[in-house]
């Protein structure tokens, strides 16, 4: 695991902004390859095919991200300001935070990292109750956020 | 009317699909189902399918069987609901009974040409003191609560269980406001999905491989949790006893094959642990060694929804076929895409042990 995270932020396009695909074992799954309209996702055949992403292909857009069962997909941009990256992550948790909001950001371990500003929620019918939220963290963070706190209710 | 061509027994995923693929090609199904609402396990299923986008994947299992159900409507099939297949009897004549609340003392006996049996699983349970205690129940019976009937059985959780039905319900009771303490699982790795897993890591909740529980404590309910390491001989170690405070302890440990009604008719079975236990032995075309019964989904061997709708499909196909409905060409097309889909849904890691048992099962045939 540690070591396909690793493969997986070492590879970066041109753009600074793209999707980080952690889904690193074999199984049956295929939507997120049907999900980009740019054909960035490839799985191919058969279906267990671990996805693979052509970085000159993706734009970071983000469709991929709810349309993943695992939630496991990502989209990170690494110069959202001078100073700040941005995360963008499923979040299928009530409420859901506003724009604007400050958060805690948790790594892939729930542990705390550092302090977020909720810059973009989008929740559209196609994502089908898989909100997507993006934070923006301070750029060294960006490999290591990858969920928020569940705000308190 | 008491006599079908075709009745389906059970109406989750499988048997859906083999009542529409059959009622499709005109033949007159009906479909019993225990429960007050058809669809099985998939009205519990509210996050979104793994599995072929050309079938379903990337839906939530709730919207699937809503789809499925309608799509059922659509094409002739008579669902009686409330009713348990309480028997067969020779001559493919099923046994009826209304209710499960024991009002309705009335027993129907229905005629079939066919039957499918798509009766399911049931959940495997783990013995330990203090098991009978309140708040000790199923991960089934926790994501019935949560996501049919909308109650909480808990706020603070202990899951027993890191199949993908503890990693899913795990991350389900988050969703509905409770606390996971952990995730225990007795094997040194964890049994579901890492996708799965990484979801509830993310959210904190740890996952304990190697552990087992030793005990639940309580007064009047469960109020606490001792677990323990266990060595490669599933003895506990010693001195290596966690306590949580936890108010429900939900156990995830596996299913097997709800097989009463295929032993009922003398189907010939097979015992295969990578399915969950006793498996009728069945034909390509899912039909058992008594002909005319067929059987499709967990009941065949416990695997997921996706496998149990392509198998139900076979059923219905084969059902359809043999009533001469279905052009024999179309249908051996039809079956060997279906197969092919099933072949691609058992590949991998995770589907190899499934794909080579389940070929076992039609060897012995």
């Known amino acids: 695991m540690e070591k396909n995270i690793r493969k997986n932020h070492e590879q970066k396009n041109h753009k600074n902004i793209r999707a980080i695909i952690e889904c690193y074992e074999e199984i049956p799954c295929d939507p997120c390859e049907i999900a980009c309209k740019y054909g960035a996702i490839i799985i191919g055949k058969p279906i267990t095919n671990i996805p693979v992403l052509d970085m000159e292909k993706c734009t970071g857009c983000g469709l991929c991200i709810a349309n993943c069962p695992g939630l496991a997909i990502f989209v990170v941009c690494e110069n959202y300001t ?40 989008i929740e559209t019918k196609s994502f089908d109750r898989t909100p997507v939220v993006t934070i923006a963290i301070p750029r060294n963070k960006v490999d290591e956020v990858r969920g928020i706190e569940i705000p308190k209710r | 009317m008491n006599r079908w061509e075709l009745i389906v027994i059970g109406s989750g995923p499988s048997g859906l699909t083999a009542a529409i693929e059959a009622a499709k090609n005109k033949v007159k199904v009906l479909l019993i189902d225990e429960n ?38 659509e094409v002739g099939v008579k669902v009686l609901l409330n009713r348990i297949a309480i028997g067969l009897f020779k001559g493919k004549k099923v046994v009826v009974k209304q209710g499960l ?61 890191s199949g993908n039905v503890g990693l899913i319900v795990s991350y389900q009771l988050i969703q509905a406001g409770a606390e996971v303490k952990a995730v225990i699982e007795a ?40 677990i323990a390491k266990v060595d490669k001989n599933w003895q506990t170690i010693p001195n290596t006893e966690r306590i949580f405070k936890v108010d429900t302890i939900s156990i995830a440990a596996g299913l097997k094959p709800l097989i009463k009604l295929v032993r009922m008719a003398d ?25 005319g019964i ?31 409905y279905l052009d024999k060409k179309i249908a051996c097309n039809i079956k060997t895409e279906i197969w092919e889909r099933l072949k691609d849904l058992r590949s991998g890691p995770f589907g190899e042990n499934r794909f080579k048992a389940k070929n076992k099962i039609i060897r012995e045939y």
């Not at chain 1, 506003?98 to 948790?106: A, E, H, M, S």
């Not at chain 2, 099985?40 to 599995?51: A, R, S, T």
């Not at chain 2, 609340?101 to 066919?114: L, Q």
């Not at chain 2, 509830?200 to 007064?219: C, D, F, M, Q, W």
């Open chain 2, 187 to 226: 094997l040194p790795k964890i049994g579901g999905y890492e996708v799965h897993a990484d979801k509830i890591k993310r959210l904190g909740v740890p996952i304990y491989t190697s552990h087992t529980i030793v005990e639940a404590k309580g007064n009047l309910e469960v109020e606490e949790a001792v």
């Open chain 2, 267 to 291: 189907c010939k079975c097979i015992y295969i642990p990578e399915l969950g236990g006793w498996v009728p032995i069945h034909n390509k075309n899912m039909e058992t060694t008594y002909s």
């Open chain 2, 36 to 73: 007050i609402k058809a669809g099985g396990q998939l009205f519990k299923q509210i996050h979104k399918f793994f599995g072929s986008s050309a079938h379903y994947s990337g839906i939530r299992g709730i919207n699937i069987g809503e789809n499925l159900i309608k799509k059922a409507e």
């Open chain 1, 82 to 121: 001078d100073t700040l990256g941005t995360v963008s992550l499923p979040f299928e948790f009530l409420p859901l935070p506003k724009k604007g909001q400050r958060v805690k950001t948790l790594n892939r371990n729930g542990q705390y990292v550092c302090r977020g500003e909720v810059v973009k929620v």
């Open chain 2, 294 to 324: 067929y059987v499709a989904g967990d009941v065949t061997g416990v695997e997921e929804a996706n496998t149990a709708l392509e198998e139900g499909r076979l059923a219905g196909i084969a059902v359809a076929e043999s009533l001469g």
């Open chain 2, 101 to 161: 609340d024991n009002k309705g003392k009335n027993i129907d006996i229905f005629e079939a040409d066919k039957i499918v049996i798509a009766s399911g699983a049931s959940e495997n349970a783990i013995y330990f003191p203090g098991w009978t205690l309140p708040g000790i129940m199923s991960a089934g019976a926790v994501q019935t609560m949560i996501n049919v009937h909308r109650v909480l059985p808990g706020k603070k959780i202990l899951m027993i269980g």
